[in-house]
């Protein structure tokens, strides 16, 4: 049976998201239902993504009685394929896991700072009418993303998932990581590098602390790592901008970290790094593997849209860099860009133990490019 037109599967993916979306919305009171329903496009609001432990802005599965909790669920695993809804799930119990490493403390928010049920759901909009709407699903470590127009999913970015600790022992040889392809894949390409493509492609011997664009809702030429605590939903109290001043400072101080490393990951609208064009058939094989990794979070109707992008030559529009270590356990960052894909991958902090994995279109993000061809066309 042959795979469904990219149209007719964006619009089944889209019908099950407004099945499950209005199945949660008919359970909620309405003191939930300010919270997890919001006008479409609020654009203030809607463009706004975290992923840090901070108030995402929804309503919180914590929140929800059992049911609602579950239905929540089915909604965000409309959103994704099923290894992405294994690997959220997993990511959101890791907070247990970061609490105990952490020495179950409290420091940043009343009762619990690493909380399974702080994780936010919000909808913009009406999933039962014809106009746009979208919704998202965010704590920490994860921030998912939809926009769906004219009946049809029109954009899935900014899709950022994160791994703290991104390595945990369990009983056997094997360690829990969630993000290891986008670790281990991106790797075996930077030693498949000869001494010329490596001397392009590894621009920094340091790795910066955070992916590069942070949470910002459009990326710009020019743009360098946020401070901490602009990751976060402000203003804060002074002893919060204290902690993260003092995390982002000691993360800075251990690695090593610089102006000039700084400077040679900065965000330009002109790739840095290795042109693909410039790697063997065998590397490009690896680095659409580990593009692989991220677009296929989301459905595979949807994937499979994304993937065709950069099969054959569609690859060459993209650039690869990378900054730090190259050795296990030591901290690294990469950054593959085309004009509509941005991946960024971070492991540095907690002594390379700390991943953040986003995959971004600076054209597209929130739907931005589809909401003004739909808003110029239709209205």
């Not at 099923?82 to 959220?88: D, H, N, P």
């Not at 251990?254 to 063997?280: K, N």
Request: hydrophobic share 40%; charged share 25%; with cysteine.
């Amino acid at each position: 049976m042959s795979a469904p037109q990219p149209a007719r599967a964006a619009a089944q993916v889209a019908a099950h998201m407004a099945e499950e979306a209005l199945a949660l919305l008919a359970t909620l009171d309405d003191e939930q239902r300010t919270l997890a329903q919001w006008p479409f496009p609020s654009d203030d609001e809607r463009r706004r993504w975290f992923y840090t432990p901070t108030d995402h802005g929804g309503l919180t599965l914590s929140a929800m009685h059992p049911g609602q909790q579950q239905r929540a669920h089915r909604l965000v695993r409309s959103g994704l394929s099923r290894a992405g809804y294994v690997t959220v799930a997993t990511i959101m119990g890791l907070d247990n896991v970061l609490d105990e490493l952490e020495g179950f403390k409290v420091r940043f928010r009343l009762g619990r700072d690493r909380d399974p049920g702080m994780y936010y759901l919000r909808i913009f909009g009406d999933p039962n009418g014809s106009e746009p709407w979208s919704w998202r699903f965010g704590g920490h470590h994860v921030s998912i993303h939809h926009l769906v127009v004219d009946g049809e999913v029109q954009a899935t970015t900014p899709c950022f998932l994160g791994a703290d600790p991104a390595s945990s022992p369990l009983l056997g040889p094997h360690p829990l990581r969630p993000l290891a392809g986008a670790e281990d894949l991106a790797r075996d390409l930077v030693h498949a590098l000869d001494d010329a493509q490596a001397a392009r492609a590894r621009v920094s011997p340091v790795a910066p602390t955070d992916i590069v664009g942070g949470n910002r809702s459009r990326l710009t030429d020019g743009d360098l790592p946020l401070p901490l605590q602009d990751v976060w939903r402000g203003p804060h109290p002074e002893s919060l901008r204290a902690l993260l001043t003092n995390v982002q400072d000691e993360s800075e101080r251990v690695v090593g970290l610089a102006r000039p490393h700084l400077e040679a990951v900065q965000y330009h609208d002109a790739p840095g790094g290795i042109a693909v064009t410039e790697l063997r058939a065998d590397q490009k094989e690896l680095l659409r593997a580990l593009l692989d990794v991220y677009v296929r979070r989301i459905p595979d109707a949807l994937a499979d849209v994304e993937t065709a992008k950069y099969a054959g030559d569609g690859v060459d529009a993209l650039h690869f860099l990378w900054a730090g270590g190259i050795e296990p356990g030591q901290p690294h960052y990469y950054r593959v860009q085309g004009p509509r894909l941005v991946v960024e991958y971070d492991n540095a902090q907690r002594s390379a133990n700390h991943v953040h994995a986003v995959w971004r279109d600076p054209v597209g993000d929130f739907g931005d490019d589809v909401l003004a061809r739909h808003y110029r066309h239709d209205h």
